[in-house]
């Protein structure tokens, strides 16, 4: 077989990402599919190799080499033969809406092959790298055709020239930008720009959240697909200082960490939203992972299995819909919000069926991570901190009480960091499946042992008595004194306030550490070390919790 009978992609077998070449730190990389993209490249590249005594026409020439890689030798493109053979009789290959959509060969006939002779073309790709800044960081990689200094893109797809409008590519097409996510997208500077992805015009930003994708530019047609630096252990780490350094925006590497590098493999896909990161948590009805669309959100994702309850589901629902539509009113973000339903069953008649609540917004961590990783640091520092935290869980819990809702199983775990850092501490209440309406003033709900909440921070009113919505104040003054001291106060195997045999003994164990941990916020209180959410001593707590009530201290800030 002759070399000039082998595809593009089979000619080109160097890699521009090994070590030592230019883009081995690339982030994406940018391959020429259709004849006109592979034709205009190496016209580009020919174009680099001219000599100039113009300063100005070197300094472009240094810009655009800095996101091309450009392979060692010539080689001949059958395809390109026909455009050129074709575009010399004022013929095009492909128009410019079928190219980005089939850049398959589509001019081939059974004409006999034109014996001028075989045109070689330099082939290779652009890149981006975050180790080399556009000439605008704060903007993205300007891609279009070429301009005139001082303003060059950043990314030339074609030359001025004769050949321009068969490509039909602005000279402000497009901006590649990295998201605050980590991904990169695509954006169109103007509305007349003709810019596809994966064949479907776009008007706005697109973010390339899976491996790769089809991008169009004009005639135009690219495969971009993320790049072997993009999958490197450190990738994170330059993500973050980008992104601080470029774009003044501040992220942990944990939260980069939910929406990594998009994997080679096939994805998974739920409506609009791919996974980019596994199960990330278990809530009371389902796994939890990360997911994003096209646009760049970022949501929880729980997969709940039917079974048998579907009709406890199809509550859950009611309910999560109607604490999202009161969220939406009232402007309130302090709560995981439903955003759309998505079924695999639509005749609701599957037992072993899959519904997925897509929520907003995905917490990087919980505040149990948060408690075991020294995020809430030592003395008085920890006391702010803990002051601020209990603030916002007060704050969110307040507006489901004012609503008349009870969350019904506060807990660390169940407490999302959306920002920690030492100016913005930021909480979102999670896990709302086993929320319930308040009773109606001065009534409770009846107590209904084992039925929901989480052993340690289940107020006895729940098990014992009957409850209203200060049964949640008493599950924050745990997680206040274990903020405070680091350690849950009294945590037992078993329910202290089950009826049963071993009650009372339970009971007894439980207000012995209980005492302890009083004694505990008293030496702090005496330090100067206290709260300015606790009274003035630590005698009104005790005594709330003595009488096996919630903490009304608190009640009144919530």
């Known amino acids: ?276 990161a596994g199960t990330v948590g278990k809530g009371a009805s389902g796994m939890v992972s990360i997911a994003s669309n096209d646009h760049g959100q970022r949501v929880a994702l729980k997969r709940v299995q039917v079974g048998r309850d579907r009709e406890r589901i199809q509550k859950i629902q009611a309910k999560l819909e109607t604490l999202a539509a009161l969220c939406q009113r009232k402007n309130e973000n302090r709560l995981l919000r439903l955003i759309e339903v998505i079924t695999d069953d639509v005749r609701s008649t599957n037992r072993i069926a899959d519904v997925w609540f897509v929520q907003d917004p995905a917490a990087q961590e919980v505040l149990s991570t948060a408690l075991t990783r020294g995020m809430f640091k030592q003395g008085q520092e920890r006391i702010s901190i803990v002051t601020t935290v209990l603030a916002d869980i007060l704050g969110a819990t307040n507006f489901l009480h004012r609503h008349r809702w009870i969350h019904g199983d506060l807990k660390p775990v169940n407490i999302g960091i959306r920002t920690w850092n030492p100016e913005c501490i930021s909480l979102v209440l999670l896990d709302l499946d086993d929320a319930e309406e308040s009773p109606s003033p001065g009534r409770y709900h009846s107590a209904r042992p084992g039925t929901g909440g989480t052993i340690g921070w289940l107020a006895p009113e729940r098990e014992m008595t009957g409850y209203n919505e200060l049964a949640d104040i008493w599950s924050i003054g745990v997680m206040a004194i274990e903020m405070i001291s680091g350690r849950h106060p009294w945590r037992q195997v078993k329910n202290p306030w089950r009826p049963g045999p071993e009650a009372s ?4 164990d439980f207000h012995d550490m209980y005492r302890e941990a009083v004694d505990t916020l008293d030496k702090l209180h005496d330090e100067g070390m206290t709260l300015l959410l606790f009274c003035d001593s630590g005698a009104d707590f005790v005594a709330s919790f003595e009488r096996g009530g919630s903490w009304h201290g608190a009640a009144s800030v919530c």
């Open 505 to 508: 003994e339970l009971q007894k």
């Open 1 to 276: 077989m002759a070399v000039s009978d082998i595809s593009s992609s089979q000619e080109t077998v160097e890699d521009p990402t090994l070590p030592g070449s230019p883009a081995e730190g690339a982030t994406i990389i940018l391959t020429p599919e259709n004849a006109e993209a592979r034709l205009a490249f190496s016209e580009v590249a020919e174009w680099l190799q001219e000599q100039s005594g113009d300063s100005d026409a070197q300094a472009a020439r240094q810009h655009t080499q800095k996101c091309m890689w450009i392979s060692s030798r010539q080689q001949n493109d059958r395809e390109v033969d026909r455009l050129v053979a074709a575009a010399s009789e004022n013929l095009s290959s492909s128009s410019p809406i079928s190219s980005p959509r089939d850049p398959e060969p589509s001019s081939r006939s059974d004409k006999p092959e034109d014996k001028s002779p075989e045109q070689l073309i330099w082939k290779g790709h652009y890149f981006i790298s975050l180790d080399q800044p556009p000439r605008n960081p704060s903007r993205g990689w300007i891609v279009g055709s070429m301009r005139n200094g001082p303003h060059f893109n950043d990314i030339v797809l074609c030359l001025r020239s004769g050949s321009e409008k068969m490509y039909k590519v602005r000279r402000n097409q497009a901006i590649l930008q990295i998201d605050e996510i980590s991904f990169i997208y695509v954006q169109p500077m103007t509305d007349r720009s003709n810019t596809l992805v994966n064949g479907d015009k776009i008007t706005r930003k697109r973010v390339f959240n899976q491996s790769s994708a089809r991008l169009a530019f004009g005639s135009l047609c690219y495969r971009i697909q993320y790049a072997r630096g993009s999958y490197a252990d450190d990738y994170p780490s330059r993500v973050k200082r980008y992104l601080d350094e470029h774009l003044q925006i501040s992220k942990t590497l944990l939260e980069l960490s939910l929406t990594p590098t998009p994997s080679e493999s096939s994805p998974i896909v739920i409506g609009q939203w791919t996974v980019s």
